[in-house]
């Protein structure tokens, strides 16, 4: 297809295959083993494969030679774990020491499997609790976190009810030793560790709460909610611990809790240390927070898992907005650490550096990915580094001890907010290098033209909004503008669907497809209902977020060009993108329509994204093809498709490989049910 039809710039197949033979030259990336990324070759130890995030493995077995050979192995079911109403099964598996581990679920129960058949060896539960109920991440658990522990095999599970678990990763026991009695009925006597009390340890509101703490309860809704969504990650006898709060479009009120930074003992499970996300009177950042908010409201947790360099003893943590991702009208400044890429030394908590990706985040653009470590060789030099890939598209890339980025970010004015009462940020920062995954704004050369009829309606649809990148501020029910909305035009990846890194080569992949959404605040009286557990805090926002909105389509297609989506493979050694696939199937009702008659849509792409891996020399990514799901094998260095094999389900959230007693898997969450389903070779 001409890259004039598709309004984007495409690198050749022949680009991709000059790259082959430079790629292969040694770099620090290669020289590095599994050990240093704390994931043995064959195993899947982390949510993420390893410490660093990459989604890597060695594994090799399944090669271009036999992928389409790949069939069902066995088929785990989800739904037994709750009401199917409510399922959702959102945890990458993970094989550690002969075993497969997962969590399923509401309740998010724990279950260790056999690699080799499905069958199910024990489950643990924690005990029912009124904060458990009351979580709003009951099914967004994604993983578990292991360490070996005097020469024990220990497993670790944070809850929605925001309790941490150490388990006996042979039997699925409580560990003897670690944590202390919950005064609440059916928790064991060891093996637990309530995380609120240092939590919330010298908060002010709960200092001024001044009432008796109620375990089973857990924070006062007057005060804000915290549950868990990411496993923890140990590091060097350390185990950190993130959390999470309601979504930023269900929360009115301004009061909530931060999402501190915890790590705990993993032998005794004794607290250790708890950084401070919102920055307190003396510490660094404090003076992004203009007024008092930083004393009662909260929030900027850290729901998407976290990545380690366990030789520098660092881990990197991703962050979200503060309280109504919406509206910060209430808490101008930058507000540190929102939406924040924060470096931590594991055994004091202290920072070593961060990087705001967003300041004062109205847009809900949180970190939703994994930090992702890599060495990298940059202009002949050696570089540890660390990537975060954004929801909006762009890609920062880091020295992963100093914080110093590998190319330069610059500083750009953007819009200003129009909601009365709000505060924004007058710039935000660019990466120069790597290019956005999807283009920022709308030019006029990406607007579909198949006709002069759809290019006349859609010129016309175009003029009646302002349209920008990713930062077009909100306007708000009942404005006077003159215009209809103001539309933000990127497109990024977000947490079903992460990237993966090469570290042999140093290329990262990552889904996207453009999107041009609007949307308006509303009046926050209007939209809060006093009995909704989603509301916690006292003081209603002025504004919060209110109905959607985006560009109309013109005569059934999208106002901008395909692809609709694809798989980019980024060389992060020199910050270019080398080549993209389209992923996915186009709409019948795109592919169908009178005005493509004779247009080539094979590339157009459509759907979701997708979720990849890398293994050995393929890149395996899920994502439909004409017959429905299926998995497709990819040369990892030239995006030439080498296989493809249909599963019984869509996917989501995650799927891996490992190798057990000689034999390669590869295991694939999917829906409608939820199950995994794992294949083999014959």
């Not at 919102?278 to 992004?288: A, M």
């Not at 006093?530 to 999208?558: F, K």
């Not at 990514?621 to 990892?636: L, R, S, T």
């Amino acid at each position: 297809m001409p890259a004039s039809l598709l309004g984007i710039a495409r690198p050749s197949r022949w680009f991709a295959l000059a790259l082959v033979g430079a790629l292969m030259v040694p770099t620090i990336g290669q020289a590095q083993s599994a050990q240093e990324r704390n994931n043995p070759d064959g195993e899947w130890r982390y949510q993420s494969a390893d410490a660093w995030g990459t989604r890597y493995s060695s594994a090799n077995q399944i090669n271009a030679s036999n992928f389409n050979d790949l069939e069902v192995s066995w088929i785990w079911r989800a739904d037994n774990f709750g009401p199917v109403e409510e399922l959702q099964f959102k945890a990458t598996p993970q094989y550690y020491k002969g075993a497969l581990y997962t969590v399923a679920g509401h309740r998010r129960t724990v279950v260790a499997m056999d690699p080799a058949t499905g069958e199910t060896l024990w489950t643990y539960r924690e005990p029912n609790t009124e904060r458990f109920e009351r979580s709003m991440r009951q099914n967004y658990g994604k993983g578990v976190a292991f360490a070996e522990i005097d020469g024990r095999d220990v497993l670790y599970y944070s809850s929605p009810g925001f309790f941490l678990h150490a388990l006996d990763a042979q039997t699925g026991r409580p560990l003897e030793g670690f944590g202390a009695p919950v005064p609440l009925e059916g928790f064991s006597e060891t093996g637990v560790v309530d995380m609120l009390p240092p939590l919330l340890d010298g908060w002010g509101p709960w200092e001024d709460w001044n009432q008796a703490y109620d375990a089973d309860y857990g924070i006062p809704r007057e005060l804000g909610y915290v549950t868990t969504s990411s496993p923890p990650i140990v590091v060097d006898g350390v185990v950190i611990v993130g959390n999470s709060a309601e979504q930023g479009y269900n929360q009115t009120r301004i009061e909530n809790v931060p999402g501190d930074i915890q790590a705990f003992d993993a032998r005794t499970g004794e607290h250790l240390w708890k950084f401070h996300v919102i920055p307190r009177p003396g510490e660094f950042g404090h003076e992004t927070w203009e007024n008092d908010a930083w004393q009662w409201t909260g929030d900027i947790s850290s729901w998407a898992p976290i990545s380690a360099d366990n030789e520098r003893g660092i881990v990197y943590i991703p962050t979200n907005p503060p309280t109504i991702d919406y509206f910060g009208g209430f808490r101008p400044g930058a507000n540190l650490f929102g939406t924040s890429t924060i470096a931590l030394d594991v055994h004091t908590g202290e920072r070593v550096w961060h990087f705001q990706t967003v300041h004062h985040d109205d847009w809900n653009y949180d970190l939703p990915n994994v930090p992702i470590v890599a060495n990298l060789n940059v202009g002949g030099q050696q570089v540890p580094s660390v990537i975060q890939t954004t929801k909006q598209g762009l890609i920062f890339a880091f020295n992963r001890e100093t914080g110093e980025p590998i190319w330069p970010i610059e500083e750009r004015p953007v819009p200003q907010t129009e909601i009365p009462g709000n505060w924004s940020s007058p710039t935000q920062p660019f990466p120069t290098r790597p290019e956005p995954m999807e283009p920022q704004g709308l030019a006029e050369d990406r607007i579909i033209d198949w006709t002069p009829e759809l290019r006349a309606q859609a010129m016309e649809i175009v003029s009646q909004y302002r349209i920008g990148g990713s930062y077009m501020p909100w306007m708000h029910v009942g404005h006077e503008s003159e215009w209809a909305g103001n539309i933000r035009c990127d497109g990024g990846l977000n947490i079903p669907s992460p990237a993966a890194m090469d570290p042999t080569t140093g290329i990262m992949y990552v889904p996207s497809g453009p999107r041009c959404g609007g949307g308006f605040v509303m009046s926050g009286a209007e939209a809060d209902v006093p009995d909704d557990p989603a509301t916690t805090g006292t003081t209603i926002s002025e504004w919060v977020a209110g109905p959607g909105g985006g560009l109309p389509r013109v005569d059934g297609l999208p106002i901008f060009k395909p692809p609709y989506r694809r798989l980019s493979a980024y060389d992060m050694n020199t910050g270019e993108r080398i080549w993209w696939v389209p992923t996915g199937v186009v709409e019948d009702n795109i592919r169908n329509h009178p005005a493509l008659q004779g247009v080539d849509t094979s590339e157009f792409g459509g759907g979701g994204n997708s979720i990849q891996l890398v293994a050995g020399d393929l890149l395996i990514a899920e994502h439909d093809n004409e017959e429905g799901p299926a998995i497709h094998a990819y040369n990892k260095l030239t995006g030439e498709k080498v296989g493809e094999v249909n599963i019984p389900g869509p996917g989501q959230y995650g799927m891996m490989t490992y190798m057990h007693e000689g034999k390669q898997y590869v295991s694939v969450q999917v829906q409608n049910p939820a199950r995994l389903v794992t294949l083999s070779l014959p």
